[in-house]
């Protein structure tokens, strides 16, 4: 088959499967990691025979149909948000993207506004990416496990180091908060916190 056509092919499905609702949303998540891994994104023929060639999945991702996806890029990480690997391969390239101009004044807020917020996973999964990158075996591993659905994103944070580990204590009963404390805090730290809490102002 012409590998123009077999990229168009790959694209409509994913494209059916962003507007399909919310019985066809359930594909999205394998049918996107299929176009990225095979970059079928960036070089494709439409069902009216027009060639068309993307530089930035950006632009590949909010184009109209037949040309693109005719979506927005927060939209579509809504819909993959559930998957670690569809997160992790759309952030990367979105992260990363090959050709164009990267020094341009466009490029760098495309960079900016792209960039994952807060703590959720994506964030997490870049974090743990771009160490991985760096040498940070052990952040390599933590990656792994992540997109393997063997350890939640936050769970591979506290494990490499990069968020302090933190627990949520019920306070209606003083008994099972020191139980929480004991379980969870090491003994020195514990004396502290008995110290500070008697401490007088």
Sequence with gaps: MNPLIRNRNMVDALASAVRGGSESLGQVPGLLCRVLEEEAWRHFTTALGKEVVHV???????????DGLGASVDLVKKIIAEDARALDLLDQ???NPRGGDHTSAQSKDNNVI???QGNGR?????KLRTEAERGNEKAAELHAEV???RLSAHAAMIQAGFRPKTISIPI??????AAYLRKHMPRESLLRLVELLTKED
């Design 56 to 66: 930035r999945l950006a632009d590949f991702i909010t184009k109209p149909p037949l």
């Design 93 to 95: 390239e979105l992260q």
């Design 114 to 116: 792209l960039a994952p």
């Design 122 to 126: 994506a964030k997490a999964l870049r």
């Design 147 to 149: 997109l393997a659905d």
């Design 172 to 177: 209606s009963k003083p008994e099972r908060v």
